[in-house]
């Protein structure tokens, strides 16, 4: 440990965003400049408050099992390019992660007990932004070639990290994407403002210099069938995504102006980025209401406001989080907090315990107004409160109440995969499905969950591949299909 006394002597200081004034009025990230630039002033002493304590929990709350006090040590020491090491070690992706993760490393950091946590997030991205400056992010191909192929089926974080570690492995790797470009959720579902696509485009060259296919545009079991797909592999890995929106079927849904938040968010990006989108949903000068409290929601929120929305409600089912870790979710858990992402400090009501009982249209079948009701939990159910029935104004609703599984019809089906209770791919302990030679990693077979559990099941199953392809492995396998965050 670099300053034993650290944690002592200084307190948690994280990165200032734009003035909201400021960022409201464009799509670029809402940190000033390239992140780490705008942290090295503070950073170094921010990885001095790493205790390296006997027994790092932050290592059970990052499931890629990031190592967490070594970075931080060289961080301390300035030792930028030693600390990117041990970054990628574990982490295909910080700079995704260091952007997009909730950071449940942070909730069960040891300093936590008693002090505000390690900043562990913030010198996370600052370790990876000096890194892409100073030149330390190479491509790394590999040294041989073992002659077999892997299709790899999604371009999110999950597939993107398959194919990397196979592919450096020394496996022929082609990454199938129906977009017209690489990225999955990771380009075309993160507004501009929370992570700038140049981020992706400098890992997918680095990929590229590596080895991996890229092939955008291929709508997999349409332009080519899962028994093609077969034939042509000698292993396929699924990273297809839990893409089926969770729906709200009450009266009035088939009203025109309800959209599910990922027909949305898509051309929003698409948009900020210049390109023509016909038909785009607009919310500039509407009454937008947001249905979802979650991160889906607070990009919704985001994009909304740099629309040029009249007003923004989002609702919320559930009570309001205490802004404290609650009594019943102790330090390690990763807790239900209140938390104000970046889009709820620019504008918006956000509104919690409600239910929305109906949509109200117009005579020319548009949503005007929504019916809401206040609801409780009464011995564990949640319940309406009589008399709280209330409407408020709706010009544009979003739905971004998360997914249910992965679309079934198509490839799913030509496969003739199993399904577990849930609905998502089923698979056993080394990512494999029912059909041999295919196996599954990220939310198509653990459902709707993190980008830091998307990257590590990416990772894990693409060394139980290289298993199957070589009869051994050297990849790491950071968890198991089973492994879930520890929550109360």
């Known amino acids: 440990m670099a300053d034993p006394k650290g944690f002592l002597k200084n307190g948690r200081e994280v990165a200032e965003r734009r003035p909201v004034d400021e960022r409201v009025k464009d799509w670029h990230e809402v940190y000033p400049g390239k992140i780490g630039k705008t942290l090295l002033p503070i950073i170094n002493t921010q990885a001095s408050r790493c205790m390296d304590c006997g027994i790092p929990f932050c290592h059970q709350g990052c499931p890629l099992g990031n190592i967490i006090p070594e970075w931080n040590d060289l961080v301390w020491r300035n030792d930028w390019e030693g600390a990117s090491e041990r970054l990628h070690a574990t982490n295909n992706f910080p700079e995704f992660t260091g952007r997009l993760c909730p950071a449940p490393c942070e909730a069960a950091c040891v300093l ?3 002090q505000p946590a390690v900043t562990i997030k913030n010198i996370e991205v600052a370790i990876i932004d000096k890194a892409w400056d100073a030149g330390h992010v190479k491509p790394q191909p590999p040294e041989w070639l073992s002659g077999k192929a892997v299709a790899v089926i999604g371009s999110g974080p999950a597939g993107l990290a398959a194919a ?23 380009r075309y579902g993160i507004p501009e403002f929370k992570m700038e696509k140049s981020q992706v485009d400098q890992r997918l060259a680095q990929m590229r210099r590596e080895g991996t296919v890229f092939r955008p545009g291929v709508d997999v ?13 000698d292993a396929i890995v699924l990273a297809n995504g839990s893409t ?7 009266p009035g849904r088939e009203l025109r102006g309800i959209h599910q938040a ?15 989108v016909p038909d785009q949903i607009l ?10 409290g979650g991160d889906t929601g607070a990009d919704c929120l985001g994009t909304a406001i740099r629309q040029g929305a009249e007003s923004i409600t989002q609702l919320e089912i559930m009570p309001r989080p205490s802004e404290e870790r609650p009594e019943g979710q102790p330090w390690p858990t990763y807790p239900m907090t209140y938390r104000v992402a ?6 918006g009501e956000r509104v919690y315990a409600v239910s929305t009982k109906e949509f109200l249209g117009t005579e020319d079948g548009r949503v005007r107004a929504l019916k809401l009701v206040e609801v409780e939990f009464i011995d564990g159910k949640l319940t309406e409160k009589e008399g709280t029935e209330k409407e408020i104004p709706a010009d544009l609703v979003l739905l971004a109440m998360g997914f249910t599984g992965p679309e079934k019809d198509g490839l799913l089906t030509q496969l003739g995969v199993e399904y577990d209770a849930r609905g998502n791919v089923a698979r056993d302990d080394s990512f494999a499905t ?21 990257i590590a099941e990416g990772r894990a199953a693409a060394a139980a591949v290289d298993t199957f392809l070589t009869g051994s492995t050297n990849l790491p396998a950071p968890i198991r299909p089973t492994d879930r965050q520890l929550m109360v």
């Open 342 to 347: 970046s889009a709820h400090e620019e504008g």
């Open 244 to 250: 089926v929106g969770r729906d709200l079927p009450v």
């Open 164 to 186: 990397q570690q196979l592919t450096r492995s020394g496996h022929t790797v082609a990454v199938y994407e129906r977009a017209d470009k690489i990225g999955g959720l990771l």
């Open 262 to 276: 990922m027909d949305y968010l898509p051309q929003s990006n698409r948009a900020s980025l210049g390109e023509a």
């Open 112 to 114: 936590g007990i008693n």
């Open 283 to 292: 919310a500039e000068g509407k009454h937008v209401v947001i249905i979802g």
């Open 221 to 233: 079991g349409t332009d080519i069938t899962g028994a093609q797909l077969r034939d042509r592999y």
């Open 434 to 454: 029912s059909v041999p030679g295919v196996y599954v990693a990220g939310d198509a077979g653990r459902g709707q969950s993190l980008i830091v559990w998307a």
